[in-house]
């Protein structure tokens, strides 16, 4: 992996800091460039508090780090006043350096919250920073759709299926679940939720997604940016998936041809991966909230990326019941399978809390 640092650290501290980062990524074989090189995968900026810039991105691909140091102490103040330095400067993560505390750097992101970057008992500060931080850099995500117009009129007026995938979201629509592991709104202002919905394409910060099976090849989903308290309309808010182009990373819908669609949620891989992988799975519920006793992945990668559908798949490939089964994504929230939606929600009615527990989030 090839990766850059913006050379305008505000202070000493921070420059130091940059340094051990630059120290520990090259230890483990990836490449330092200059920051003016297009062909980069990771970037790291030191944040000035009282000019919050982002990173002059050259593409896409690169994904941003900064790094800022908090007048705040780690936990819930931490992540109120970090918050809105990750929104500004359009970073993709946050590396935030507590208060009293700059050895003990924590996390910040748009999908997982703040969590600890060092957990207890680890003493290497910047061997924990790299091993929390390169699962979100080397990560693919898949936010792009291809819209094909070619769904069978036939279908335009719903299936059995759809309908009960409707019936399924106005039922979760009352459980209370957040649209994150956390509130962003008591972290945001209106101006800076608008932007972290238009960067980040989080849509309606919705607290989860659906989807249920066609037929053996493709599947109907929410649409990312929608009420899913009210997904009525096929091709519009409901979208048949109907594969995936790895070559440009990107999911492939049939549309209809009068309807403008929305873009399919950003978990459409995972929930690609897994129908691919397991026939006895025929619907799925993506939510952000939690349920004791789950296995979990063991890794943060972001919601929306192949990587969290590996390791999805990895962790059903497991379990002596992937068609019947609740997984949890770390720091982020569960999915659960069925063989239909009724199913689903027998067992997660009354099991299901709303607060995602934070890895290492103890202060």
């Known amino acids: 992996m090839r990766f850059a640092v913006q050379d305008a650290a505000p202070n000493e501290d921070l420059k130091a800091f940059e340094k051990t980062l630059v120290e520990v990524f090259v230890s483990h074989g990836h490449t330092l460039v200059d920051a003016s090189e297009r062909d980069v995968n990771l970037a790291f900026h030191a944040i000035d508090r009282n000019e919050p810039r982002p990173y002059p991105r050259r593409h896409r691909a690169v994904f941003s780090v900064g790094i800022i140091r908090s007048r705040a102490r780690a936990g819930a103040d931490l992540l109120r006043e970090a918050y809105p330095y990750l929104v500004r400067t359009i970073s993709n993560t946050l590396v935030v350096l507590p208060d009293g505390r700059p050895d003990d750097p924590w996390v910040v992101t748009p999908e997982l919250g703040c969590y600890r970057a060092r957990p207890e008992g680890e003493d290497d500060m910047a061997l924990a920073l790299y091993e929390a931080l390169l699962p979100l850099a080397t990560s693919h ?30 039922i979760v629509d009352g459980w209370g679940l957040l649209p994150s592991p956390f509130p962003m709104k008591e972290f945001l202002s209106p101006s800076e939720l ?10 309606g910060l919705s607290y989860g997604n659906f989807s249920v099976r066609h037929d053996a090849e493709t599947f109907w989903m929410s649409a990312s940016g929608v009420n899913k308290g009210n997904l009525t309309t096929v091709g519009h808010d409901i979208l048949l998936v109907k594969g995936y182009d790895a070559g440009k990373d990107a999911m492939v819908l049939s549309t209809r041809t009068d309807v403008e669609p929305h873009r399919v949620s950003v978990d459409a891989v995972e929930h690609w991966m897994i129908y691919r992988n397991f026939p006895e799975v025929r619907a799925m519920m993506h939510l952000h909230g939690w349920v004791d006793g789950v296995r979990s992945t063991s890794v943060n990668y972001p919601c929306g990326t192949r990587e969290v559908g590996e390791e999805m798949v990895a962790l059903l490939a497991d379990d002596p019941e992937p068609g019947r089964t609740i997984v949890g994504l770390k720091n982020h929230g569960i999915t659960a399978t069925g063989p239909t939606f009724h199913d689903i929600i027998a067992r997660l009615q009354g099991r299901i809390r709303t607060q995602v527990p934070m890895s290492g989030a103890s202060a």
């Open 141 to 170: 995500l898949v936010i792009d759709n291809i819209f094909v117009p070619d769904l069978d009129p036939a279908l335009w007026s719903g299936t059995p299926q759809t309908e009960e995938l409707t019936w399924a979201s106005r």
């Open 194 to 203: 608008r932007q972290l919905r238009h960067l980040y394409g989080i849509g």
